[in-house]
Structures are given as structure tokens and as C-alpha cells.
């Protein structure tokens, strides 16, 4: 009989401590390399059923819990950030986020002011400053003209007309 097919029988005897059947038997008298296999194993075994297990540390949960936490970490970083930290740069998304929230209003509040036709009303640039004034006093007193009829037909108690 070849090893390779006796090898099966021979590892099952020596982890349940029961003796060999009787065709591994008859194997092992003729073969004394899987004779002594077999007696390594079962020896190991049997070491093995007198070793007691360690307390565990009070404190492995605890410890374990953070490692895997860790680890968790490290799998949800990107490439880039790993290779930052690499170079000693440690990058946490809250910062990153901030300061990515900072450039996005510092650009769009830049695009805001410079772009006239969102902006609001912005005077014309080809019209000369003192030319802009007078047509805002122009503005001014109209309105001031026509709340005063407003003001002056209240008083008299006639229906008001606004100039427009």
C-alpha cells in the first residue's frame, strides 16, 4: 500500500488518540517513516491535551476593539491619504472637508462679486462716476416728489396720482 493513501487514517488515529486501524497497522510495520509520523503526532497530541490555555487580559476586548477599529480606519482611507501618512502627514476627512468648504466659497464668492449680471445692479462702467451720482439724486427726487403728493393729497383727502 502507498503512504499517500494511508496518511488520512494515520493523521485521524493520532487526533482522536484511538489506535490506528488494522490496515495502517500492518503499513507501519513495514513502513517506518509513516511508523514514525505517527508517533510524532500522536506524542504531539498528547502534549497538546496537558497544555492549559492562559487567561486572557482583562483588558484584550478593550484593546482588540481598538485595533480593529484602527484598521477600519485604514481601510476607508484613500490612496492618497495613506500615502500622506507615509510622508507623516495625517489627514482626517472633518479638516479636509473644511478646508475644501473654505476654497469653494472663497472661489464662488470671488465668481459672485466679479460677475455683474448676478451681483445686483453695478453701475455702468463706460459712465463717468460724477455722471452715475446724478442720476441716483435724479432717482432720489422723484421718490421724494411723489411721497410728497402722497403726503399732500392724505391731508386733503383726495385720491393720489403718482407721476411715473
Aim: proline share 5%; hydrophobic share 40%; charged share 20%.
Amino acid at each position: 500500500m502507498l503512504c499517500k493513501n494511508i496518511k488520512d487514517e494515520i493523521f485521524e488515529a493520532a487526533l482522536s488518540g484511538a489506535a490506528p486501524g488494522e490496515s495502517a497497522k500492518a503499513h507501519m510495520l513495514e513502513c517506518a517513516a509513516c511508523k514514525d509520523e505517527y508517533q510524532s503526532m500522536a506524542a504531539t497530541m498528547n502534549l497538546l491535551d496537558t497544555w492549559t490555555t492562559p487567561e486572557p487580559s482583562p483588558y484584550f476586548d478593550v484593546r482588540l476593539r481598538a485595533r480593529l477599529r484602527e484598521v477600519k480606519e485604514n481601510e476607508q482611507q484613500g490612496v492618497v491619504a495613506r500615502w500622506l501618512e507615509k510622508i507623516g502627514i495625517r489627514l482626517t476627512w472633518k479638516p479636509a472637508a473644511a478646508a475644501l468648504f473654505a476654497l469653494v466659497l472663497a472661489v464662488g464668492g470671488g465668481w459672485y462679486v466679479s460677475n455683474p449680471s448676478i451681483g445686483g445692479h453695478r453701475p455702468d462702467l463706460q459712465a463717468s462716476c460724477p455722471v452715475v451720482d446724478l442720476q441716483d439724486l435724479d432717482n432720489n427726487q422723484q421718490v421724494l416728489n411723489d411721497l410728497q403728493v402722497l403726503v399732500e393729497d392724505a391731508s386733503s383727502g383726495s385720491p393720489a396720482q403718482v407721476s411715473e
